[in-house]
């Protein structure tokens, strides 16, 4: 490779991402043949060139085995680096192709969470292997951050935090920050603790650095601090910290003592899975086993993707079945007048719309807090107003084409059902997310394919009920 692509190493490797697979087959190909004709010396000046998270994207471009060809090159700290920006799913497949020792190294060097989540999706034959490898202080960190149930608070804090003494002056505290700050994750926000690590306060750098010198901590500090427990629910202290704009939270045990912090970055990683989660459900990709969560799509196996949409498509499908009998049911109505099977599609199409936007709304509103729970009935009031405006002004546009294809009789059916299946619709979808969540099942779980299915069977019968009873059909026997 050449000093010129060494320099522009990122533009090179964004050129390479950004193209077709010819350039990336181009960067593959040069890199590969730098590690055949053994140019170490040049690899390691590209990804030192790259930041860690570059580093992790040229990487997923090789299988795991060449990608740990590659990362034995570098030193102790890169190799670190790179390993906390890589996709767990990528990240644990490379794992499982290095050796005991270089693996050991890797996650001794890692910040506390991530190595503590890589230890975390090892198989229990790997955990056993690397733990002995690692020094003692690392090995409990590790088994005491593990240890925490996933979706926990105590899942996603680290241990690496910030800790002062209430009684040490303003200018020790900076003396100690000094000493510490290269091992530490954060020293923006410190956490003060007793002599039995039970947390009093917390003080900003910002703070220090403006107090006296010879101000005691404690008559600096917060005395007040916003805190959470360990087993508490990570998407909540997620959202506590992105509600009070903190950069970090303390977490603390049953004894009040500091076990870790909560970043803003792992709010960050809680707050995209959620959103992906929340995504997936309402789309009904679902199902036993791996979650998607976290796994590249484009590298996802067929069968993984096969088995989360399977489920919630075949279920649907017998739901669907209502629809065909309610077709049935109304033969007579079909055959009298043929004309209203060409308004079928878009009437029961519109019920669907309607409620697959009602539902967006309503769950990503009690995602974010802006509604609870107990708002429902204020907000089926508001939905009928709304649902009824949409409906009439559908069912305006709709009429004009019913007289045209069906005559007056025809028109005046299907804009009365287009009013009546948007606001069915639109009460589906708004109340079911509150339904679930009362049920305390995720209100995601509200999906669009099961609001769409709802909806299509009731539009079905709205439909031809409205004819029967208007253009006076006889009822099937």
């Known amino acids: 490779m050449d000093n010129k692509i060494l320099i522009e190493a990122k533009d090179f490797l964004d050129a390479a991402l950004d193209s077709d697979d010819q350039g990336r087959q181009e960067l593959i190909s040069r890199l590969e043949s730098l590690l055949e004709a053994g140019d170490h010396d040049s690899i390691r000046d590209f990804f030192y060139s790259l930041h860690p998270a570059d580093g992790a994207q040229a990487l997923e471009l090789f299988s795991p085995e060449k990608a740990c060809a590659f990362i034995t090159l570098l030193n102790n700290e890169t190799q670190a680096q790179i390993f906390n920006y890589l996709p ?3 990240e644990t497949r490379m794992a499982s192709c290095l050796g005991r020792a270089q693996l050991a190294r890797i996650i001794g060097a890692m910040s506390h969470d991530e190595r ?5 999706r090892l ?5 056993e292997e690397v733990l002995p490898a690692l020094a003692h202080a690392e090995r409990e960190d590790i088994r005491r951050l593990a240890s925490y149930s996933e979706g926990t608070a105590g899942a996603v804090m680290t241990s690496d935090y910030a800790a002062l003494s209430p009684d040490i002056t303003a200018r020790e505290a900076l003396d100690k920050l000094r000493r510490e700050a290269p091992d530490k994750e954060t020293i923006y926000q410190c956490y003060v603790i007793d002599e039995n690590r039970r947390l009093v306060g917390v003080i900003s750098l910002r703070e220090l650095l403006v107090a006296s010198p010879r ?3 404690s008559e600096v500090m917060n005395q007040q601090p916003i805190f959470a427990h360990a087993r508490d629910n990570a998407e909540e202290v997620a959202s506590t910290i992105a ?7 303390p977490i603390i045990n049953g004894d009040d003592k500091l076990v870790g912090i909560v970043t803003f970055d792992d709010v960050h990683d809680i707050l995209e899975e959620e ?5 997936h459900r309402m789309g009904s990709i679902s199902g036993h086993g791996e979650s998607l969560v976290g796994v590249n799509f484009r590298e996802a196996s067929p069968w993984l993707i096969i088995q989360k949409r399977l489920p919630w498509l075949l279920a649907l499908v017998f739901v669907n079945l209502l629809s065909g009998a309610g077709i049935a049911f109304f033969e007579n109505t079909i055959e009298a007048v043929v ?3 060409f308004f079928l599609p878009l009437l029961i199409a519109s019920a669907g719309n309607a409620g697959s936007q009602s539902s967006t709304l309503m769950v990503r509103a009690l995602a974010t807090g802006d509604v609870k729970a107990s708002d429902w009935l204020y907000l089926l009031g508001k939905e009928v107003g709304i649902a009824l405006t949409l409906g009439l002004g559908m069912a305006l546009a709709v009429s004009m084409v019913g007289i045209f294809r069906g005559g007056p009789e025809v028109a005046i059916v299907v804009g009365l059902t287009m009013t009546v299946v948007v606001l069915f619709g639109s009460l589906v979808g708004c109340l079911l997310p509150f339904l679930l969540a009362r049920m305390k099942v995720d209100p995601a779980t509200a999906s669009v394919p099961l609001i769409t299915s709802i909806a299509d069977i009731g539009g079905i019968l709205i439909y031809f009920s409205i004819a029967t009873w208007l253009l006076e059909v006889p009822a099937a026997h």
């Open 215 to 217: 101000s005691l901590v």
């Open 116 to 120: 503590a989540d890589l230890y975390n």
């Open 275 to 279: 959103a992906t989660e929340d995504f």
């Open 243 to 249: 509600k009070y704009d903190l950069m970090a939270m």
């Open 88 to 90: 767990p799913h990528f």
């Open 123 to 127: 198989t229990s034959e790997q955990q």
């Open 339 to 341: 004309a209203l099977v």
